[in-house]
């Protein structure tokens, strides 16, 4: 279990990226939803030790964060939105020095490494520079390399930008196999992907968390109150606009029917996330 208590930070630049946040996560698939500069990277960044707060308490397992950095480190995979590599070492070589970093044995790393190449589907391109992947194959590299050591926490920054629909696909089956014995924390923007993978999530924005819980209780608030109207309705709040056919329908949502020809919805997750951004934009 990961607990923050009262969690801030702010930038030398003056900006507030966590704003007091205090949040319980329990092991498996958890997700957290916010937009870009919402403060998520900056929430992963703090829990991962690469930065520290300037006030609150994180825990996990019942370790302090702040006082016993290393402990968390060594159960920790991390997977950031972007990440470097040494341009001339093959995706074998530079999983092997990644290990060693961690102070995984040879032995147990070499293992470690065939099952992983495995897992991420890159056994047949180990032994090319991973400088020369593709944008997905490098995502997957990054995995790979989060899960040397099998960490307990898994923290997964924008894990699935700029994959393609199967790559995308063969990721989330990865996550959730990985999810069964392990806390695996994604964050992103795309809201199918918590939708699709999560049952805990957390929406986060303007470095503040809105709120969290399991995911039935956070669309909860919206049933029987979505509807999709053809005319953009003059009640209520708009939560978007899609098209159909090249037809426009409007989503919107209200505690009454908006319009004569206005039909009832099942709520979603991004029926929420959208009215927590119209709310903000009005306040």
Not at 214 to 221: E, G, K, R, S, V
Request: proline content about 6%.
């Amino acid at each position: 279990m990961l607990t923050m208590n009262q969690v801030s930070k702010t930038y030398s630049d003056g900006t507030k990226a966590l704003d007091n946040i205090s949040l319980t996560l329990p092991s498996g698939m958890v997700g957290l939803l916010g937009p870009n500069g919402a403060g998520k990277s900056s929430l992963m960044r703090t829990v991962a030790c690469l930065q520290a707060p300037d006030s609150g308490q994180i825990t996990f397992n019942n370790t302090d964060v702040q006082q016993s950095p290393q402990r968390l480190r060594e159960q920790l995979g991390y997977l950031p939105q972007s990440f470097g590599v040494y341009p001339h070492m093959s995706c074998l070589a530079l999983l092997h020095h990644i290990a060693a970093l961690k102070h995984i044995p040879r032995v147990q790393a070499a293992q470690q490494i065939e099952e992983l190449l495995t897992l991420t589907n890159l056994t047949e391109f180990a032994k090319k520079r991973v400088s020369t992947f593709s944008g997905g194959m490098r995502q997957r590299f990054g995995i790979a390399q989060a899960l040397l050591g099998d960490p307990k926490l898994l923290i997964m920054d924008e894990p699935t930008a700029g994959l393609d629909p199967q790559e995308r696909q063969r990721l989330h089956s990865v996550l959730i196999r990985l999810s069964q014995h392990k806390l695996v924390l994604l964050s992103t923007h795309i809201v199918e992907d918590i939708e699709h993978l999560c049952p805990h999530a957390a929406i986060m924005m303007q470095g503040a968390i809105v709120d969290s819980g399991a995911m039935p209780a956070l669309i909860a608030p919206m049933l029987n109150n979505v509807w999709e109207t053809p005319a953009k309705p003059s009640t209520g709040v708009l939560l978007g606009e899609r098209y159909h056919f090249g037809q426009s329908v409007w989503r919107v949502y209200h505690h009454e029917k908006p319009a004569a020809d206005a039909r009832a919805c099942q709520a979603a997750l991004q029926d929420r996330y959208f009215l927590e951004l119209a709310n903000r934009e009005t306040n």
